[in-house]
């Protein structure tokens, strides 16, 4: 028969975390002083568990827990393994959830091949370097701004002799502006405050991105806030691909990753590039042409260059002949001088 805590403590406690050699539990303070009790029948089902730490909710700027030891020893720094990799930290100074080792698989095993993946808030590692030790042609890059954080990374890094991996020190928002255009997949797992950071982690969007969004959402309609709040945040066109549930947070609220894609396809600007290329192609104009949108609202049609060979084409636009309540026209750049 195995063991589990409420058949050892009388008390409403049942979950708790495995890290290494630590367990962390919630007990609620009017049960404080059976915590010792706890500990003990902690320690005993499970044998290398070594100290048990009373867990208080995530707080400050790096998201750690303050933590009090209520049975073993004072033990800090630990290591775990997960899905083939090996990973130190210290409890009291990163945050580390081994309850989300499942869904850093299910985002792993859909990495491709040579695809650029970008990890905000990447924490010590875990997202980043199971998907470099899954596909090893991938580029990693993790950001994350707690020191302690990226100083174990680092050290994990080398624990696993990866090569395709990296983390950088600082603001998810700030950093992100560095890696323009760069990812097709980006990994964001902070539910918390996901809304905010949406906006500037859309910097790093490529011509098809897939973004894993995680969010607190009504329990009852899931996909419809999810959606909404993606769209408010986000300032792009994206499909929702798949969604999951993580865990409940309250009986109102439950946490999903909804997971994205971003694509240029999806954006009206979109039309207009397919409508000159036939335009030009119509033309017999060469096909080699770069093109970028012009805002007309901040672009007057007379102050554009001089496109003679396409004048009919930007009035047709600019009076919305085309493509109705759209105000942007295209700027043609041929790479050569046209004939």
């Known amino acids: ?10 008390i409403p406690v049942s979950s708790y975390d495995l890290i290494g050699e630590v367990a962390i539990v919630w ?5 404080m002083h059976k915590a010792p009790e706890v500990a003990e029948a902690i320690m005993k089902i499970h044998k290398r568990i070594k100290a048990v730490y009373r867990k208080n909710p995530v707080e400050g700027e790096y998201r750690v827990r303050k933590l009090e030891l209520i049975g073993g020893e004072p033990i800090e720094e630990t290591e775990v393994k997960e899905h083939g990799i090996r990973m130190r930290l210290n409890v009291h100074k990163v945050f580390y959830s081994p309850r989300m080792a499942t869904d850093r698989w299910e985002v792993a095993k859909k990495v491709k091949p040579y695809e650029r993946v970008l990890v905000p808030f990447a924490g010590i590692g875990p997202y980043a370097l199971l998907i470099a030790k899954q596909e090893p042609t991938a580029q990693v890059v993790g950001i994350e701004l707690n020191p302690d954080a990226v100083k174990y990374f680092e050290e994990n890094i080398k624990l696993n002799k990866l090569t395709n ?9 700030q950093e992100i502006l560095n890696w323009r255009r760069w990812a097709d997949r980006i990994v964001m797992p902070i539910p918390m405050y996901a809304e905010h950071f949406l906006k500037p982690i859309s910097e790093a969007v490529s011509k098809r991105t897939y973004i894993y969004v995680y969010l607190f959402v009504d329990a009852k309609n899931p996909l419809e806030e999810g959606k909404k709040k993606i769209e408010e945040a986000l300032g792009m066109p994206f499909v929702v691909v798949s969604y999951r549930k993580l865990r409940s947070y309250s009986k ?6 909804f997971e994205i894609m971003t694509s240029e396809d999806f ?7 397919e409508q000159f290329v036939q335009y030009l192609r119509g033309k017999g104009e060469k096909p080699s042409l770069e093109y970028k949108i012009v805002d007309l609202e901040k672009t007057p049609l007379e102050k554009l260059p001089d496109i003679k ?13 085309w493509n109705p309540g759209v105000d942007y026209v295209l700027e043609a750049i041929s790479k050569e001088e046209l004939p």
């Open 27 to 31: 007990i609620p303070d009017e049960y």
């Open 165 to 173: 991996v990296k983390v950088i020190q600082g603001d998810a928002a």
């Open 309 to 321: 060979r396409t004048t009919d084409f930007l009035i047709g636009v600019w009076k919305r002949k």
């Open 1 to 10: 028969m195995t063991l589990r805590l409420r058949d050892l403590v009388d």
């Open 252 to 257: 109102e609220v439950d946490e999903y990753v």
């Open 267 to 273: 954006h009206p600007k979109a039309k207009l590039r």
